[in-house]
């Protein structure tokens, strides 16, 4: 299936996916912890990232000091000169790109700082995460984006009917 129709499968849940955020937030910690790991786990057995870049795409990533300093660093720059160049504060105080798509994300879908990227990048979906109880408002907004978090969501369900 296309990652679009995903996608569009993912929005026409919201209803659905909300609801099943009231029983996910019942599970104990480590059940739930160890359920999305699964359901993470079969997600990326079948949605190849560089197919979609939907996230680099659309989203920009809340980076914190040290992803612009390892990005600076990468870049061979000045940590002022690639703040200025790529990036605004935002509201919760975190550094985003100034636009999207991502100033280093190639026609290919390739990262061109992938090994500098932020860690917000080197987490999305945020999926596979300990204390998943905490992000399942942020991968529920992620099932907009994201077709492995749609993936994640329809798993989680079907585990929890």
Same mark, same amino acid.
């Given at each position: 299936m296309e990652y679009g129709q995903?996608?569009?499968?993912g929005s026409h849940k919201n209803k659905a996916n909300k609801k099943l955020l009231g029983?996910? /937030?019942?599970? =104990?910690?480590? @059940?739930?912890?160890?359920? &999305?790991?699964?359901?993470?786990d079969e997600a990326f057995e079948e949605i190849d990232c560089l197919k979609?870049?939907?996230?680099?795409?659309?989203?920009?990533?809340?980076?914190?000091?040290?992803?612009v300093? /390892?990005?600076? =660093?990468?870049? @061979?720059?000045?940590?002022? &000169?690639?703040?200025e160049a790529y990036?605004?504060?935002?509201?919760?105080?975190?550094?985003?790109?100034?636009?999207?798509p991502c100033p280093f994300l190639g026609g290919d879908n390739y990262c061109s700082v992938y090994e500098a990227r932020p860690n917000a990048c080197r987490e999305y979906p945020h999926t596979n995460r300990k204390r998943f109880h905490q992000l399942l408002n942020l991968t529920l907004k992620n099932t907009e984006i994201c077709p492995a978090a749609v993936k994640v969501f329809d798993r989680l369900g079907e585990l929890n009917r």
């Open positions: 995903i996608l569009l499968q029983k996910l /937030r019942k599970l =104990k910690s480590n @059940r739930l912890d160890r359920q &999305a790991q699964k359901a993470h979609c870049a939907n996230c680099c795409k659309t989203t920009s990533p809340g980076m914190k000091e040290r992803d300093e /390892r990005l600076a =660093k990468h870049l @061979r720059e000045r940590p002022s &000169a690639v703040i990036m605004v504060l935002d509201s919760d105080g975190d550094y985003v790109f100034k636009s999207a």
